[in-house]
């Protein structure tokens, strides 16, 4: 699949010269961004795709969403087939008109399901199998056909998914910092320590970087933001950079 597809409207470039820049409406374009939990990742991919006039998946809450299905349907781990076709059955998709978009199985609404801590504890597992990742993948670039101006986040989405996307981002960030950021995303202060969100990222970092069927990687062609220092809005504005030098250099191309 073409990651990028040039429109026969006319090449604009105006919008460069704005404060803030939105993506030439004639410019269909995916951008990925990937990285292990606790970078920022989600809110920088929602933040950016915002400012840049593009739409916005999350496709970590696709594995959530199975493995919720997964424990709210008493599916075992040893029944996979179980699993892969119960998924397939739920017609996981999204419901674009929220922002953001939310997550439906079988038409209806799983968004209050899938950051449990049940769901949590088992979505790494459920993300290592491949049968069920490839159905995601297939899954991500039908998305992608029918919203062709895309910012995508998860952990495979350059490497695998979108590998010819023309602008890709990896964001990493110092292991504390990114525990910290999570505990305060949860709201856990009071109740988990930082050693022990430090063991917990840890965990999903080993589970997710070493599966056989697309692991956590940095794309070697991909824009590395280490954000441990940076502000979440001097992470967009460092990406919203380059995506503007790229886009210039994608519509020089047409
Ligand atoms: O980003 P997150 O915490 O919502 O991701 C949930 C899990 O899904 C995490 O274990 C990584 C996995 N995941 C994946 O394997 N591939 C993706 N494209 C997105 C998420």
Redesign the pocket.
């Known amino acids: 699949m073409s990651a990028t597809r040039a429109t026969s409207q006319p090449k604009q470039r105006s919008t460069a010269d704005r404060t803030g820049y939105t993506v030439p409406s004639s410019q269909e374009i995916i951008i990925t961004i990937d990285g292990p939990?606790g970078t920022g990742?989600?809110t920088v991919a929602r933040k950016l795709a915002g400012r840049l006039g593009l739409d916005f998946l999350?496709?970590?809450?696709m594995?959530?969403a199975a493995a919720a299905i997964m424990i709210d349907r008493g599916i075992d781990r040893e029944e996979v087939g179980e699993l892969v076709s119960t998924v397939i059955g739920a017609d996981l998709h999204f419901d674009w008109s929220a922002d953001p978009p939310t997550i439906l199985a079988w038409d209806h609404p799983i968004d209050h399901r899938i950051r449990a801590d049940d769901v949590t504890e088992l979505?790494?597992y459920v993300?290592t199998i491949p049968e069920l990742r490839s159905h995601?993948v297939r899954k991500q670039r039908v998305i992608f056909a029918q919203h062709p101006r895309l910012v995508t986040e998860?952990?495979?989405?350059g490497s695998v998914?979108f590998p010819d996307a023309p602008v890709k981002f990896y964001l990493d960030a110092d292991p504390a910092v990114r525990a910290r950021r999570r505990i305060e995303q949860l709201g856990l202060e009071n109740e988990v320590s930082l050693d022990e969100m430090c063991r917990r990222i840890a965990h999903?970092d080993e589970?997710?970087s070493t599966r056989s069927d697309?692991p956590?990687i940095c794309p070697e062609d991909a824009i590395v933001l280490d954000t441990s220092g940076l502000s979440i809005e001097g992470v967009i504005d460092a990406m919203e950079r380059a995506v503007r030098e790229r886009v210039a250099a994608l519509i020089d191309l047409e």
């Open positions: 939990a990742k989600s999350d496709t970590g809450a594995y959530r979505v790494s993300a995601m998860g952990r495979d989405q998914a999903r589970v997710d697309g956590l």
